[in-house]
């Protein structure tokens, strides 16, 4: 059976080079969902967050579950919501660090964060 790319899923690698730390981000973005893994030196799963937005015409704000992990379940949580009210889509997002604290790597992730999502946005196809 033949698909085609509009059909499949997006994946988007970005990386930021800080503080002599690589700190990364791999995004995943399917027609109902978005995952994103943002991890320090290297791609690991760690604290595990979900993100769902409220249906159109109801309001509210975006609620959001830990579901793995407990080391940086604020950072988890801050970026699903975040996410999922930016693109209006269920969202999980994985918070791995290994030396640094969520305080301290908040803005390297908002950034890639960010850089994904603009990446993201270039490969949308318009509408003829």
Request: hydrophobic share 40%; proline share 2%.
């Amino acid at each position: 059976m033949e698909r085609k790319d509009f059909d499949r899923a997006n994946v988007i690698k970005e990386e930021l080079q800080e503080q002599e730390t690589r700190f990364l981000a791999v995004y995943v973005e399917a027609k109902n969902s978005i995952m994103v893994m943002l991890s320090e030196k290297e791609d690991r799963l760690g604290t595990m967050a979900i993100a769902v937005p409220k249906p159109s015409g109801l309001g509210g704000s975006v609620t959001s579950s830990v579901l793995v992990g407990d080391r940086h379940i604020i950072s988890a949580r801050m970026f699903a919501e975040y996410i999922a009210s930016r693109k209006n889509k269920i969202a999980m997002v994985s918070v791995y660090l290994d030396r640094f604290t969520e305080l301290q790597a908040q803005d390297f992730f908002t950034r890639l964060i960010d850089r994904v999502l603009k990446a993201d946005n270039r490969k949308e196809p318009t509408s003829a």
